[in-house]
């Protein structure tokens, strides 16, 4: 079994900063894409970035350029840097992992940012 738990939401002005870790235990020896989403209150969970086990990254257009995707492999944990924050950026931050040679996904509990205006 693998549990992933997400950390680092909160309350934040806009323009302001968060930083999102997502830490894997478990049956972790392979994991492979790391992504996270996120889900604003009554719209469907969309893609914000996603990274892969050696680095390459892709961020959503809304994004780019204010937020970054990073992970430590060692630590089996990924971040999300969010830089320059908007109330649309509000929502449920929800960290995906595929695991093993099937790719299984998992999912995180979710972690809640709310960027005030």
């Known amino acids: 079994q693998v549990q992933l738990v997400e950390s680092g939401g909160g309350l934040v002005q806009a323009g302001g900063s968060l930083r999102l870790s997502c830490a894997a235990s478990g049956s972790t020896f392979r994991i492979n894409a790391m992504g996270w989403y996120r889900q604003a209150p009554g719209k469907q969970r969309e893609l914000v970035a996603t990274?892969?086990?050696?680095?390459?990254?892709n961020c959503a257009d809304a994004v780019k350029g204010r937020f970054t995707i990073s992970r430590d492999n060692a630590k089996n944990t990924m971040y999300l840097q969010m830089n320059s924050l908007k109330s649309e950026d509000t929502g449920v931050y929800y960290c995906n992992a595929a695991i093993g040679a099937l790719n299984r996904n998992y999912w995180g509990q979710g972690t809640q940012v709310t960027v005030s205006s």
């Open positions: 990274i892969t086990s050696g680095g390459s990254t």
